[in-house]
């Protein structure tokens, strides 16, 4: 065991703490090349994380960065500065720290680059930008260690992509550099560990003691869940009265639109007035630091909200969390629920309230799964090229580059250790040359080779524009949202671009959970004004719904399969109970189809279980098929087990229509002309370099952007089907909203087993997706039999069928 | 061709008519092709006078549209029924290969532009520009005029609702009565107006019928509310 310098263990030992074993760990395997601690919230992770950066500094305190840290929060890195400054300070250590993000001063910035802190908190976007300056080498010189919190969240997204290429980048400049991720519990440690670690090195994984099981319970109310819907209204009374009997709650939600519903019904409830608060992605920045701040004071009882408190500063008095319709997802529900408590060893509490009768059996699956630890995740695949084309361009602006070297660095990197040398080429003329159909634009062309081999920017001028763009973050584009006459005060928030269009004057919808009135747009600002209604309409911004896991609709058709209802209410195992008498419970290694008559029009329910966006797809492809058959679809409606398709003919063979041939022509030839493939395109073609977001006179507005790409989009299907940025789109359409993956995953699962079942009228498990918002109509044959009929029929019984 | 089934047949004023599913009204006996308010620039024009912006693809639509029809019937005159640009300086600035398509697609036969209120005054197109069309029993123009008969107009972009055991179904229509014709805009982007609202709902009598646009035309009792 490793000794730590007197001055820290004294440290320690005046604030009446001992050194976690995991801490000490960390300090003790501070000379390996990567390590990663997984360890729960409030378990001094950050403290393991700095540990051996505070040692090293006590005995060898030389100028120059020493640690870099990289956290996917702007607070978070500024929480970290005030947290690391306070034992520094005492200690008496002379270390100097300093943070920056995109809210640095550009001043600051400046400052940090010629003469660098010890320790610098920063964001992988800060961090890319910074490795993009032709000074980055003397910026990094010395760099020993890099930590890299919250690695879990990162690894989810193509931040983590960015970063390591970064991270790959330093190590170039700086060999000896050490790695270190911080991560909460997570279902696949090896996973992450390969991010982290520079391709080949191996990676030491710690795991702290994960402290005691935690208290996870369903809500049980005399009331009965609504078939369908996500408000959960009908648990607001019992909510309430868990707020009363807790510290500080933190009520947990899917979407934003459903926190601002339930923020709504909760004030109206809330008869003793008790300080809530709320707190979600579209609410203004200083709107979201005032609640944060109110929390840690102490000022509120609870604050409803979404993943935007998912990470971040910790709250110790929290002690109970809601979560407020299924979780969807076995991972997030447990790192949710360390969000309580997170004194290490006082076990988590957490409420668990389904929506709707279906989310029963889900929260049950969840809870399960929670207790057994068993979480879900779904592997991510090699590392995403469009990301790989901006950090080409990044490099070429931090000075003239070899092809061979790039490529042996990138792939250092973890997510892209695959990488052949035949896909970094195709990358790398893409940045040249933007690919065959756009080779005689002047604009995509933007590197060359110089006479020694080397590439670099054509126009040198071009660096502070790929500056300008670098990230992955595709924030849904986003309009302000002011109080009308009142130009100098704070925005209430932000809306969807396509939510404020679809508002007309007069319209009432809920942000920051005051009702305000639509007055009109000016200058990219939405005007409001307040307003008394109770009711508003929907506010319908930002449904970004997550789709269940593979694993836990798995877990829901075991559920099935054994027919132990043992831990479900009553109502909802009387409801499973009745679809197994007149129809069949679905199964895991079949296809159930339900067809049945109503109310005039023939319906078939496909029990896909393949998770929301997966089953949104199937829809599509599926009414498509029926259209060419002649079968006259009218709409489909999806949620995460079933799709509903309705139109006026029965249907009596449905084999084909799981053709995965058949399904995967629909996807490369229709679907590709589908707005979900575009947004796929936009996204990648925004990060790939293609289309610039931001350019120095103006930002785009989302609708220009998504314009301009549909046109580029429609000419590189038309013009070079095989483009760079084509096949991205392609391969990131099997995740996502597209999710091809799961359709195909879910026909591995079914094989040749689809059992139609013809009943005379609808059926249980059919029943709430009825109810169901979001149906999408299918415009086709169907439309045309109808207005014929109706046509006929109006024009016998007027009698002006003779006049023509 | 009666039998097509995209093709809707009626008579007025003794003159046998088609109404074309795509809006446009077919006079075999004339050999004559009519469309109305084809709104050509409109995009350029909300950019121009307002900033927001429509994709500019709606001039080649409405041109490709036309193209069709012109194709499928081979008229010997073609009349526009006014409003065929969405203002003067939207007519001015057509693209050049959309003047050059509109130019091969006039070719070979009598054009004439009808003034609306949109593109009141002459237009640097080919074709003759007039402020109304007589031929026969039937009168060309843009805006219907009370106490007319015969006419043929087009002006108020006429839309009828029906509904259906399958959901309510709303489109661009023909109306017609004994004494005239409303056509539909034929442009794609433009809005309507229901045949319930005045002054369609006064201008048409009663017994008028609404021919519903579309692959399969429909004609019902023009609905009223």
Known sequence: ?????????????????????????????????????????????????????????????????????????????????????????????????????????????????????????????????????????????????????????LAESKRGDQLMLALARLQTLCPGLRRVGLSATVEDPLAIARLLARHPDPCTILTADPGPA???????????????????????????????????????????????????NLWLANDEGLPIGIHHGSLDRQQRER???????????????????????????VDLVIQIGAPKNVKRLVQRIGRANHRYNAPSKAVLVPANRFEVVECVAALEAAQANDLDGDPRGPGPLDVLCQHILIAACSGPFDAGELFREMASAGPYAGLSRAAFDDCLDFCATGGY????????????????????????????????????????????????????????????????????????????????????????????????????????????????????????????????????PGHTAEWLDLQAEVSRLPERDSLLVESFPHDGQEYICIYGFAGRNAMQTLGLLVTKRLEETGHSPLGFVATDYAVLIWGLDPVHDVEPLFDRQALRQGRDDWLAGNMMMKKTFRASATIAGLIERNTPTARKTGRQASFSTDILYDTLRKYDPDHLILRITRTEALRGLVDFGRIEEMLDRIGDRIELRRLERVTPLAAPLFLEVGKVP??????????????????????????? | MTADPSIHAFTLAGAQLMAMGSGALWWPDQALLCVSDLHFGKSERMARRSGATLPPYETRDTLARLADDLERTSPRHV???????????????????????????????????????????????????????????????????????????????????????????????????????????????????????????????????????????????????
């Open chain 1, 437 to 568: 159909a756009l080779r005689a634009y002047d604009r995509y062309q933007r590197l060359m080779q110089g006479a020694d081999g080397r590439w670099h920017l054509r126009d040198p001028r071009a660096a502070q524009r790929i500056r300008m763009n670098i990230g992955t973050i595709q924030d849904t584009d986003t309009l302000k949202v002011r109080l009308k006459r009142d130009r100098g005060a704070k925005p209430l928030g932000e809306i969807e671009e396509s939510f404020a269009a679809s508002l007309t004057p007069g319209d009432t919808f809920l942000i920051g959970g005051e009702i305000v009135r639509y007055e009109g747009l000016r200058e990219m600002t939405v005007e409001v004004t307040r307003n008394a209604a109770r009711k508003p309409k929907i506010a319908t911004f930002m449904g970004s719904k997550f789709s269940t896991s593979t694993q836990l609709s798995t877990r829901i058709l075991d559920m099935f399969a054994t027919r132990d209802w043992s831990a479900l």
């Open chain 1, 214 to 264: 935690p208290d996870i319970t369903m809500l049980a109310t005399k009331e009965r869940p609504p078939w369908s819907g996500g408000g959960a209204a009908y648990s607001i009374p019992a909510v309430l009265d868990l707020v009363k009997q807790h510290r500080i709650t933190l009520i947990f939600h899917n979407t934003r639109a459903q926190a601002e519903i339930f923020f709504h």
């Open chain 1, 291 to 317: 609640v944060e701040a109110a929390m840690v004071r102490g000022d509120l009882r609870a604050v409803v909200c979404t993943g935007s408190l998912d990470l971040g500063i910790d709250w110790g008095d």
């Open chain 2, 79 to 225: 009349i526009c029924l006014g409003d065929s640009f969405d203002d003067l300086a939207a007519a001015e600035a057509l693209p050049e290969a959309e003047r050059l398509w509109l130019s091969t697609l006039q070719a070979g036969r009598d054009w004439t532009w009808i003034e609306g209120n949109h593109d009141a005054g002459p237009i640097d197109l080919g074709g003759t520009h007039r402020a109304q069309v007589v031929l026969g029993p039937l009168t060309f123009r843009h805006i219907a005029e009370a106490g007319a008969s015969g006419e043929i107009s087009g002006h108020y972009h006429p839309k009828a609702r029906v509904r259906t055991r399958g959901g309510s179904i709303r489109r661009p229509a023909f109306l017609v009565d004994r004494q005239r014709l409303i056509l539909p805009a034929y442009g794609t982007y433009t809005g309507g107006l229901d045949t319930g609202s005045e002054p369609l709902s006064g201008l048409m009598q009663p017994g008028a019928i609404a021919i519903l646009t579309g692959p399969r035309p429909a004609a019902v009792p023009m609905p009223r509310g």
């Open chain 1, 1 to 153: 065991m490793a000794q730590l310098p007197s001055s820290i263990t004294d440290w320690f030992t005046s604030r009446g703490w001992a050194i976690h074993p995991h801490q000490q760990a960390m300090f003790d395997q501070a000379g390996a090349p990567a390590t990663l601690l997984i360890a729960p919230t409030g378990g001094g992770k950050t403290m393991a994380g700095f540990l051996p950066t505070l040692a090293e500094l006590a005995v060898d305190p030389r100028p120059g960065l020493h640690t870099l840290y990289v956290s996917p929060l702007k607070a978070l890195a500024a929480d970290i500065k005030r947290n690391l400054r306070t034992p520094v300070a005492e200690i008496g250590l002379p270390i100097r720290i300093d943070d920056r993000t995109g809210d640095t001063t550009a001043t600051r910035k400046k400052a940090q680059r010629a003469d660098p802190p010890h320790i610098l908190l920063t964001t992988p976007e800060s961090l890319a930008l910074l490795t993009s300056y032709e000074d980055a080498a003397r910026t990094f010189a010395g760099l020993q260690r890099i930590v890299v919190d919250e690695i879990h969240a």
């Open chain 1, 778 to 804: 299918v415009k086709g044959s169907a439309e045309e039999r109808l207005l014929r009929e109706e046509a006929e029929l109006l024009m016998q019984t007027s009698g002006l069928a003779d006049l023509t």
